[in-house]
């Protein structure tokens, strides 16, 4: 069992940036394959970037590449979403799950933090 806490959402301005975290506990956290999503409201939560358990592989939605970036402590046992040039349409409550292979499919992923809310203003 691996339990995750996301923190450091809020509200910004359009062109902001934020800093969100995960931190784990429980399981082998460098076993896994660490992924962050987004729900808006009304929509379906959607892949946002991943990270390979050895740090070293990185994937990213499109609309994030380029903006957001994507780290792992293993150590720590966090993992860290840093968001820049941040767009109204980024709206939305962040999840961090964790999952045994590198997929951008929610359904891949085994365990899920409780989110943490990011509002951009225009």
């Known amino acids: 069992q691996v339990q995750l806490v996301e923190s450091g959402g809020g509200l910004v301005q359009a062109g902001g940036s934020l800093r969100l975290s995960c931190a784990a506990s429980?399981?082998?956290?460098?076993?896994?394959?660490m992924g962050w999503f987004r729900q808006a409201p009304g929509k379906e939560r959607e892949f946002v970037a991943g990270?390979?358990?050895?740090?070293?592989?990185?994937t990213y939605a499109d609309s994030v590449r380029g903006r957001f970036g994507i780290a792992r402590d293993n150590t720590k046992k966090t993992v860290v979403l840093q968001m820049n040039s941040l767009k109204p349409e980024d709206t939305a409550a962040y999840y961090c799950?964790?999952?045994?292979?590198?997929?951008?499919?929610?359904?891949?992923?085994?365990?899920w933090g409780q989110g943490t809310q990011v509002t951009v203003s225009a």
């Open positions: 429980g399981g082998t956290f460098s076993r896994y394959y």
């Open positions: 799950a964790a999952g045994s292979v590198s997929s951008r499919r929610r359904d891949e992923y085994v365990y």
């Open positions: 990270i390979h358990w050895t740090g070293v592989s990185t």
